[in-house]
């Protein structure tokens, strides 16, 4: 199947600062891709849909101004968490789909101190 | 709004069982239906894709079906190993202009040796 590369796999930022999540499709050119957001022992909660040239479509709670998405080109998609506080630690994972099919990045554990 | 839901949330089963997972879905216009599997702090593994025209697919042990009239979908997995132990979601793609993906509860899969 196709693969999504997401990096960093974990970080550990200071309160305050701001960190940068990657998420690439190695084999396939993918026009939109998803963020998701999961607390522990839940499912996935759409963020947003990230989309090549355009702006982000947000889901309805999430701040866009906090959760910065770029997806400048057709295989990567960024999500910045500025200002980052304890709440907003927590696993991060990007998708994104073939025609049919979506496929997902190995997530990103954020955890602010 | 569509609404996925899975159940059992957590399952133990003996090595060596067959099983059963559920999920259901509250809209049935849906384009496909996709079953992943999620190790611990890891990404998510597409498992099965069943279009909507469909009724089955199988993958080795693993043989997924879907109702869109009732809204259900299963996944059997014959003679259950340690090594399936994970959380299982199920997520319903409902196409047209959108191509999110709504996510089950998940069902929390312990098979004990």
């Known amino acids: 199947g196709a693969v999504v590369s997401q990096h960093p796999s974990w970080v550990i930022c200071k309160s305050g600062t701001s960190v940068k999540i990657e998420c690439r499709s190695l084999?396939?050119?993918?026009?939109?891709m998803f963020w998701y957001r999961q607390f522990p022992k839940q499912s996935l909660m759409l963020m947003a849909t990230s989309n090549e040239g355009s702006k982000a479509t947000y889901e309805q709670g999430v701040e866009k101004d906090k959760f910065l998405i770029n997806h400048a080109s057709l295989t990567l998609s960024t999500l910045t968490v500025t200002s980052a506080h304890p709440e907003d630690s927590s696993f991060y994972i990007c998708?994104?789909?073939?025609?049919?099919?979506?496929?997902f990045g190995q997530g990103t554990r954020l955890t602010v101190v | 709004k569509q609404e996925v839901t899975q159940i059992p949330a957590a399952l133990s089963v003996p090595e060596g069982e067959n099983l059963v997972l559920n999920c259901s879905f509250t809209d049935s216009a849906i384009y496909n239906l996709q079953w992943f599997r999620q190790d611990p702090g890891k990404g998510l593994t597409s498992l099965l894709l069943?279009?909507?025209?469909?009724r089955e697919q199988t993958s080795g042990r693993l043989n997924a079906s879907l109702d869109k009239s009732s809204g259900r979908s299963t996944l059997y997995i014959a003679a259950s190993q340690p090594g399936d132990s994970a959380t299982y979601l199920c997520?319903?793609?409902?196409?047209?202009?959108?191509?999110?993906?709504?996510f089950g509860t998940g069902t929390l899969l312990a098979v004990q040796p």
């Open positions: 069943i279009q909507s025209s469909q």
């Open positions: 998708s994104a789909m073939t025609v049919a099919e979506a496929f």
């Open positions: 084999d396939f050119q993918a026009t939109t």
């Open positions: 997520a319903v793609r409902k196409g047209g202009a959108t191509n999110k993906l709504i």
